[in-house]
Each structure stands twice: as C-alpha cells, then as structure tokens.
C-alpha cells in the first residue's frame, strides 16, 4: 500500500530551467494538492484540484503549472526556474471535500542554483 | 482568510511529563482541525482529526480538543517520550483547503 509517492525525492536544477515534479496516489482520492514548506513561511498551498482535469489556484501560484488528465497524477511544473522556488515540496490527497483527512507524501527537496 | 497560529513555536520538557501544544484560529466556520506531526526531512503524519461537531478525539497518549467558538484547539500528550520530539502542526479546513498553523517544536528530553 504505497498511498502518495512523489518524484525525485531531490533534485538540483538551475535558473531558467522547467522541472517537473511527480505526485502519484494508489487511493484514488477526488482531491489532491500541492504546497510548499519554506522556514519562516510554513506551508503555503500553490495548486489543487478537485478531480481529473478540475484546477485551481492556492495561494502561491505564480511561476507553477499543473495538470490533472488521471485521478491519480498530479505533476507540479515549473516552467522557468527561480531561485525563490528553492523549497521541499508536499503533495496531499483528499478523499473529500468536508470530515475527511488529508494525507502527505514525503516532499520533495527542490534546488534551484 | 482564515488565519491559524500556534504557540509556543518551541518546547523543551523532560520525558514523563505531560504537555499542552496549543492553536487558535480567526474564523470559527470550519468543518474540522487536523493534528499532524513532522519529523525532521520528512512529510507529514495525520495524528488526529476532529470534526467540527466533535469537542475531542483520542488516539493513545494523544488528546486533541476543539472549541469553534473561541477558535481555539489542544493537543494534549501524556507521559512524553523522546520519540515524541518531532514538530507538530494544526490545520483547519472550512472548505477544501487546509490552513496551516506554524508549527510547535517539541524536544522531549531523555
């Protein structure tokens, strides 16, 4: 029972260039996420969506693209790489939208020199 | 926008006592509070979550309480342990999103 893998665990790019970054689920949850976690900001909530093809903008979404073709795929994209997007990156899922958890998977450590 | 903050950002006690981590939040019209803990370089763990019709819930040593009318959640952690070190997180969630507190650093010293 994998639940949320993400992908590369780490990774270190450099200025200027697009990475992406990979969120998978086993469970099938309509909702998935994705946030940043920086010191002295804590978690912010970049994108999210609702369901296959259903996205929205959280409260850091500049720089970042995202799309959703499978329930189960979340990938995060950054089109042209900025220093200030140096930061460990969580996905999470959702089963629903109200008296459920959500789930974390265990980020992603993104460098950008 | 709902705004969440917890106190105290650090704590250091020694092992055997018992601790209060504390959150609070500005808009009392939430569907639930989730405890989450976070060791270092790594994700986050779901401790409990307590629906907004509920005053508490319990897992173990955990204790977790909400009051939506004063906006103000507990966690509460019996006989601490130094594997209990770790920083530990609130969220809120009035819609779909969660929003974050930013966190209590627990040191439980052996």
């Known amino acids: 029972d994998a639940g949320i893998t993400q992908s590369p665990r780490y990774k270190i790019t450099e200025t200027g260039r697009q990475v992406t970054l990979m969120c998978h689920q086993t469970w099938s949850h309509s909702y998935m996420f994705w946030y940043r976690q920086d010191l002295g900001h804590g978690l912010r909530l970049i994108y999210y969506?609702?369901?296959?093809?259903?996205?929205d903008k959280g409260e850091v979404p500049d720089g970042y693209v995202v799309s959703r073709s499978k329930t189960e795929n979340f990938p995060l994209t950054l089109e042209s790489a900025t220093r200030s997007q140096t930061s460990v990156y969580f996905c999470?899922?959702?089963?629903?939208?109200?008296?459920?958890?959500?789930?974390f998977g265990p980020g992603t450590r993104l460098t950008v020199l | 926008k709902q705004e969440v903050t917890q106190i105290p950002a650090a704590l250091s006690v020694p092992e055997g006592e018992n601790l209060v981590l504390n959150c609070s939040f500005t808009d009392s019209a939430i569907y639930n509070l989730q405890w989450f803990r976070q060791d270092p370089g790594k994700g986050l763990t779901s401790l409990l979550l307590i629906q907004s019709s509920q005053r508490e819930q319990t897992s173990g040593r955990l204790n977790a309480s909400l009051d939506k009318s004063s906006g103000r959640s507990t966690l509460y952690i019996a006989a601490s342990q130094p594997g209990d070190s770790a920083t530990y997180l609130c969220a809120v969630s009035p819609t779909i999103k969660f929003y974050f507190g930013s966190g209590t650093k627990l040191n439980v010293k052996p």
């Open positions: 999470a899922t959702r089963l629903a939208p109200r008296n459920n958890e959500q789930f």
């Open positions: 969506s609702a369901a296959a093809d259903i996205t």
